[in-house]
């Protein structure tokens, strides 16, 4: 069975237009996942944690047969083999994925929370979602049309490039 998410992706060092594409790349070299489409990548003021440099963001759809747990451990996979450290919470890093949604699923786990349980309140991640859903799944059941949001919410958020390349 197919199944329709939507990942986040983000980048603040190195070539961070680079580390996007090639995670869009390993992310769909399995087989069991295939990005279907990417929205235009974003360059967008850090929120929370440390000083660091400003982040590239992007969200792309992905069409895959993995259960929600064993896309998120894809995701981890990918982060691992580009060299992504944790640190230090919000800190910089090569590359980020964070699942988004999941179908219409809600999953409320240990170390797994779909939908990502703050991504209506981040602007970089709102801006490039809604270039591919116009009213996705929130964490707790509002939609978008129900949110109250303030310029605050799409703040620092800049177009940077056009969509990465998928499939």
């Given at each position: 069975m197919t199944h329709r998410a939507f990942v986040g992706l983000g980048s603040n060092l190195g070539?961070?237009?680079?580390?996007?594409?090639?995670?869009v790349t390993r992310l769909g070299e399995g087989g069991d996942a295939r990005v279907v489409r990417s929205s235009r990548v974003y360059e967008t003021d850090p929120v929370g944690g440390?000083?660091?440099?400003?982040?590239?963001?992007?969200?792309?759809?992905?069409?895959?047969?993995?259960?929600?747990?064993?896309?998120?451990?894809?995701?981890?996979?990918?982060?691992?083999?580009?060299?992504?450290v944790r640190d230090e919470?919000?800190?910089?890093?090569?590359?980020?994925?964070d699942v988004l949604t999941y179908d219409d699923l809600e999953v409320d786990e240990p170390g797994l929370s779909i939908p990502h349980p703050r991504m209506h309140e981040r602007g970089f991640v709102l801006v490039p979602l809604l270039e591919l859903t116009a009213d996705p799944m929130l964490s707790g059941g509002p939609r978008v049309q129900d949110l109250?949001?303030?310029?605050?919410?799409?703040?620092?958020?800049?177009?940077?490039?056009?969509p990465l390349r998928t499939g």
């Open positions: 070539d961070r237009l680079e580390n996007l594409q090639g995670a440390p000083e660091q440099p400003d982040y590239l963001n992007a969200v792309i759809e992905v069409e895959t047969s993995l259960e929600p747990r064993a896309l998120l451990e894809r995701c981890l996979q990918v982060e691992w083999a580009m060299r992504r919470r919000w800190g910089p890093r090569v590359i980020d994925l109250r949001l303030s310029a605050d919410t799409f703040g620092g958020v800049r177009l940077f490039a056009p």
